[in-house]
């Protein structure tokens, strides 16, 4: 079955994201990046995904797009072929992370977004490496043109998401739960817990990858994708 593949970006980040593998893919299945914008809750984000996919579709989201795949997941797991879950956490925002993030919703109010964004993708974020300033320019440039309306209303609904454990506990479809070896973000024991709540999960650490390997590391991300995607849909 050669399903549909919907992708989700992390945090102002756009389908650039992801370019590398919309050229691997593109040419062998339909692929759609749904923007994770337009709503201050991550339950609005995962309707209008799900308004916008297609009745049946794999699904993979990175950080931020891997919280809104959860509860994709979670709403309609009739929909979900299969999921994969890149640099991402199931756990519902901590008072202190919540908490941290209101200084920086005001600072994007008052013009200082990219300083921000320069902030938050410290290079501990990135891997160490020759792609590293590439990437930091790339997400400059993402965050750029979406601009602080969208950071702000991103950052409140990172900081009401709800917790996903039992959501990946009951999930029955092939599932891929992936990581760059240095992400700091979601590092990779958040990684291997998230892979022993989902039965028959596949974990893979990619190497020399932090937070964002579809771009660090493309061509081993979208190896990993594609076994996944191949992977039987009845799970044994």
């Not at 050669?2 to 299945?29: I, K, T, Y």
């Not at 916008?52 to 699904?59: H, K, Q, S, V, W």
């Not at 039992?166 to 973000?185: Q, S």
């Not at 892979?195 to 990993?224: K, V």
Request: some cysteine.
């Amino acid at each position: 079955m050669n399903e549909p593949l919907v992708l989700l970006p992390g945090m102002m980040c756009d389908a650039r994201l992801f370019w590398p593998q919309l050229l691997h893919f593109g040419s062998r299945r339909a692929v759609m990046v749904a923007p994770v914008t337009g709503a201050s809750s991550i339950g609005a984000i995962a309707a209008s995904v799900l308004e916008a996919a297609p009745r049946r579709f794999a699904l993979a989201g990175l950080s931020m797009g891997g919280i809104v795949a959860m509860e994709v997941l979670r709403r309609a797991p009739e929909r979900v072929t299969r999921i994969a879950l890149m640099d991402t956490n199931p756990l519902p925002e901590t008072p202190q992370v919540a908490a941290a993030r209101e200084p920086q919703i005001v600072a994007a109010r008052t013009g200082r977004l990219l300083e921000v964004m320069r902030e938050e993708m410290k290079p501990r974020y990135l891997a160490p490496g020759p792609r590293r300033s590439d990437v930091l320019s790339l997400v400059m440039e993402m965050a750029e043109a979406l601009g602080p309306e969208i950071f702000i209303s991103q950052s409140r609904a990172l900081q009401r998401r709800p917790d996903q454990q039992k959501t990946l506990r009951t999930t029955r479809v092939p599932t891929l739960v992936l990581c760059g070896e240095h992400d700091a973000l979601c590092p990779v024991k958040r990684h291997e817990f998230m892979a022993e709540l989902i039965p028959n999960a596949t974990l893979e650490i990619i190497p020399d990858a932090g937070h964002l390997p579809t771009l660090e590391q493309p061509d081993a991300t979208s190896a990993a994708l594609e076994a996944w995607l191949d992977s039987p849909l009845v799970l044994r």
